[in-house]
């Protein structure tokens, strides 16, 4: 039998905790395989469909829940309708490592043991958060008993469920925390990782353009410093480019939302009154789970999109905004599908030189 995931559980958790379980020698091959240093796309799927969760849709979903995706996702560009992009059909993004410090609230392990029987790790604690959104107090990020990270080098996930020097990690001191700001960051955090709607790119860039500019040392902050860059030039010049991609109907390159959550942090108290703000602006918010079946499927003049029907068993095409100005890459660079290409006219000059497709989409399973 499967163990269940559990709500806010991390993939790698629950993997580490059903080997622990089950063993090493488990019959699940898909635990006894998924890799500690990058767990990639192709990993991803086969945890899914574990829980019964197929396809594009069950990929997204165990993105969306149990990883911290979201912190990327829910702020999406409204001719987006993918949940994902084209992560689907590829295998270059990494989901999370060992390398990463995992970390723990004493109360919530405490909790958890007393209504399962047992405790896990959870995403919001997994990442840069220092404090318990739920309880304010702060997480620990080093075992109290050797001072070991929960990471590569340290301990690993299994402690959890195990003990370090005969005593458990829910014998943990609990430090109450002081910095309201740590408490607010962790409260946002966790909204964003359970919103149940996609927010418009440009609705949210718009609304904190207008803002940061109302408060000149966060509008001049260095948001990074690895870019050097102030968050108000920033914001200004990422909506700029949303803005004109809008019109010519060409979905812009991804970009990380780390100041689009800095901004949020230094300019509200809380997300709720954010969001309001908005919605405010007009552009449709959508619900997160209507694009978990949809991927991007190529990107040529337009941004092409296939939508996984589970009922039927097939995958629906469609190229809902076109765009308004033509690069011509359909006459120097065409691709050649011998199911559905007609033959390409001849002309004088350069003939193009149609390629195979190489790789069909994925299979659709019926339900």
């Given amino acids: 039998m499967i163990l269940a995931i559990q709500p806010e559980e991390t993939v790698r958790s629950f993997v580490a905790r059903t080997l622990f379980i089950k063993g090493k020698h488990s019959s699940e091959e898909v635990f006894r395989k998924f890799p500690k240093n990058c767990a990639l796309r192709s990993d991803i799927v086969l945890i899914a469909e574990m829980q019964g969760w197929i396809g594009c849709y069950g990929f997204n979903k165990i993105l969306h829940k149990h990883t911290n995706y979201p912190l990327d996702e829910v702020f999406k560009n409204i001719q987006d309708i993918s949940y994902s992009r084209g992560e689907y059909i590829g295998d270059y993004y990494c989901y999370g490592s060992n390398r990463t410090p995992a970390g723990f609230c004493p109360i919530c392990v405490a909790d958890d043991i007393k209504r399962l029987g047992f405790s896990f790790w ?38 959890m469920w195990s003990a370090c020097e005969g005593q458990h990690l829910k014998g943990s001191s609990v430090t109450l925390n002081t910095d309201p700001f740590e408490l607010k960051k962790a409260q946002i955090f966790g909204e964003i990782l359970s919103a149940p709607c996609h927010l418009s790119e440009e609705a949210v860039l718009t609304v904190l353009d207008e803002k ?73 918010t959508r619900p997160i789970e209507s694009l978990w079946s949809t991927y991007i499927s190529g990107h040529q003049e337009s941004t092409h999109f296939v939508e996984e029907n589970y009922d039927q068993g097939v995958g629906v095409w469609c190229c809902p905004f076109p765009a308004k100005d033509f690069l011509r890459m359909w006459d120097w660079r065409p691709v050649y599908y011998p199911c559905c290409s007609f033959e390409r006219p001849k002309r004088k000059g350069h003939q193009p030189r149609p390629e195979r497709v190489e790789n069909a989409p994925p299979g659709v399973q019926r339900r």
């Fill in 122 to 159: 959870r995403r919001a604690h997994c990442c840069e958060l220092k404090v318990c959104a739920e309880h304010n107090v702060e997480l620990v990020k080093r075992c109290p008993y050797c001072d070991k990270p929960f990471c590569q080098g340290g301990h690993d996930l299994n402690v």
């Fill in 212 to 284: 940061v500019n109302q408060d000149n040392n966060l509008k001049l902050r260095i948001w990074n410093s690895r870019y050097n860059q102030p968050l108000g030039y920033t914001i200004k010049r990422r909506l700029e480019i949303v803005k004109e991609a809008r019109f010519k109907n060409r979905l812009p390159h991804g970009e990380t939302t780390d100041f689009i959550i800095q901004a949020i942090l230094g300019t509200y108290e809380k997300f709720s009154d954010f969001v309001i703000d908005v919605k405010a602006y007009g552009d449709e």
